[in-house]
């Protein structure tokens, strides 16, 4: 159980198009949602958090604009880089944490994203 | 401000020796403690949690952790490695907040196994 995951597993698009990410919880209701963005040989930043039907809490330093978070339901929660540029080429995790759950969250496979 | 720190980037053991993987925490509560696995192509897998009790935890795949309070360390070991435990492990603390709990990652052990 606690499976979650990405789609898509990797994606390519063009400079100043958006893209967006969904993040499902497959067997388990998430009432919180984490998007991380890794750099190669590095460890996860976390950018925002997300609770079902309320705005994401993004951390010091990620553009609320740029990218946008929504948790509709207790099972999705989407991430869409708008106005991509190179310098957003990274691999995007989401994580889940399912009620009751104090810290433990369980992870999606991630996203490649490339801007050329 | 809460961190974690694993002081190895790199670790080669040779396949069934020991391993240790070392972490340190800065937190000024009671810590949440974890260990996770992230092979390539795949996400981060949790090999083992620590939150009150036993200060020895064992997890999965065969590895353990002992959490040290007066050093502030939670180092993950394994008796005898195997060639596909090579992967990168990160050490997380969970820090609570309003609106959700959230965790800080060390930077990341990764783990060669030689033949």
């Known amino acids: 159980g606690a499976v979650v995951s990405q789609h898509p597993s990797w994606v390519i698009c063009k400079s100043g198009t958006s893209v967006k990410i969904e993040c499902r919880s497959l067997d388990f209701q998430a009432t919180t949602m984490f998007w991380y963005r890794q750099f190669p040989k590095q460890s996860l930043m976390l950018m925002a958090t997300s609770n079902e039907g309320s705005k994401a809490t993004y951390e010091q330093g990620v553009e609320k604009d740029k990218f946008l978070i929504n948790h509709a339901s207790l099972t999705l929660s989407t991430l869409t880089v708008t106005s991509a540029h190179p310098e957003d080429s990274s691999f995007y995790i989401c994580s889940a944490q399912r009620r009751g759950s104090y810290y433990e969250q369980y992870f999606g496979p991630g996203t490649r994203l490339t801007v050329t | 401000a809460q961190s974690v720190t694993q002081p190895d980037i790199h670790i080669t053991v040779s396949e069934g020796a020991s391993l240790e993987l070392r972490c340190n925490y800065s937190y000024g509560a009671t810590p949440y403690l974890f260990w996770y696995v992230q092979s390539p192509g795949q996400g981060l897998q949790l090999l083992l949690k620590?939150?009150?009790?036993?200060?020895l935890v064992q997890g999965i795949k065969g590895f353990e952790a002992e959490f040290k309070r007066s050093q502030s360390s939670f180092n993950l070991r394994k008796p005898s490695v195997h060639w596909s435990d090579a992967a990168e492990y990160f050490c997380a603390v969970g820090v609570y907040m309003e609106y959700g709990n959230k965790l800080v990652f060390g930077a990341g052990t990764i783990l060669r196994v030689k033949s």
């Open positions: 620590y939150f009150s009790g036993d200060t």
